[in-house]
């Protein structure tokens, strides 16, 4: 089933009928600067590391055929040495853009602040593959532009995510947050049933390689980072669990979830002991931010366990619309 938005963004149904937002094809160019740290490489080679997902022989093609180089240099060469201050541009004629979850919705909204809740998989900014089917691309064509992020969510977790709509709000919010002044809730749908009712994680978080992070006791130059956990629900071999970070290390909820020995169902990159780069970061995990205040602000917002997991824990008592 296909239908066509106000805006002319096509609108898939997938086979769970939840609505996919499809964007047309576009060009567009991007610009940046040379960086001192990478004063004296080559054009391809630079290109490389900072974009790692195209091959080094796609972007030498790229540079060829004069999609890539210096920006008022007529002779640009893959092999070309770079100097700091380089402006460089990269154009691409026909930018296609993954496709998200068309159900980004407006939870709350004053002068001061609006909280969205974000599906997944869908990135909160523009960055990488995304520009358009992005949060707050989406949130600005529906009218709400020059919003303030204060805080992270990932592209892989849904849930609630709180802008600031001026400079002053977000100072605020961002101290809050700094100073764990925010109270936070998350719902996972997990693998295994706990036999204790809550439990506290508190092993420190660090940086692996890439996007993938390590919690361990003793590792070193890593971040101290406590979860709280709480079982909300057993079934037969899975559980919903709420999950209260005391800190708010990347990934922190769930390294410590997969630390407990309870990984997220569908969190392909944890449930490995030793997860790899290859391992999926495409697709939504049963992980939502469920709950955030910050009563300083008088700031509020709750959403309830999703009723597919609560279908999976118990399919006979609780029968999907």
């Given amino acids: 089933m296909v239908r066509i938005s106000r805006s002319g963004i096509l609108l898939h149904k997938n086979h769970d009928h939840c609505p996919v937002r499809i964007i047309e094809p576009y060009p567009i160019t991007h610009r940046f600067k040379v960086k001192e740290s990478e004063d004296g490489m080559t054009l391809s080679s630079l290109m490389h590391e900072k974009f790692p997902f195209r091959s080094s022989d796609d972007w030498i093609q790229k ?13 640009n060469k893959p ?127 660090r940086r692996k390689k890439g996007f993938v992070f390590e919690s361990e006791l003793g590792l070193k130059q890593a971040k101290e980072a406590l979860t709280h956990f709480e079982v909300i629900l057993r079934g037969t071999d899975k559980s919903i669990i709420s999950c209260r970070p005391v800190t708010g290390r990347t990934h922190q909820i ?20 030793d997860p790899g780069l290859s391992s999926p970061q495409k697709h939504a995990i049963s992980l939502i931010n469920a709950g955030l205040s910050i009563p300083d602000l008088e700031i509020s917002a709750e959403l309830p366990v999703p009723e597919k997991w609560m279908h999976l824990i118990n399919p006979e008592d609780t029968p999907l619309q």
Avoid: C
């Fill in 254 to 273: 769930r390294l410590h979830l997969r630390q407990w020995g309870y990984p997220i169902t569908d969190d392909h990159v944890y449930k490995e002991k």
């Fill in 79 to 205: 092999d070309q040495i770079l100097k700091s201050g380089d402006r460089l541009f990269h154009h691409n004629p026909r930018v296609i853009e993954p496709a998200v979850p068309d159900e980004v919705r407006v939870i709350s909204v004053s002068d001061e602040y609006l909280i969205a809740y974000k599906p997944a998989p869908m990135p909160v900014h523009p960055g990488g593959r995304y520009n358009k089917n992005t949060l707050t691309s989406i949130l600005a064509g529906m009218g709400y532009e020059d919003l303030k992020v204060v805080h992270r969510l990932d592209a892989v977790t849904m849930g609630l995510i709180l802008f600031a709509r001026n400079k002053n709000t977000a100072r605020r919010a961002m101290e809050s947050f700094a100073s764990g002044k925010v109270k936070k809730n998350y719902y996972a749908l997990v693998d295994g049933v706990p036999e204790e009712d809550s439990a506290d994680i508190d092993t420190p978080v």
């Fill in 63 to 75: 540079i060829k055929k004069g999609y890539v180089g210096i920006e008022n240099s007529s002779n």
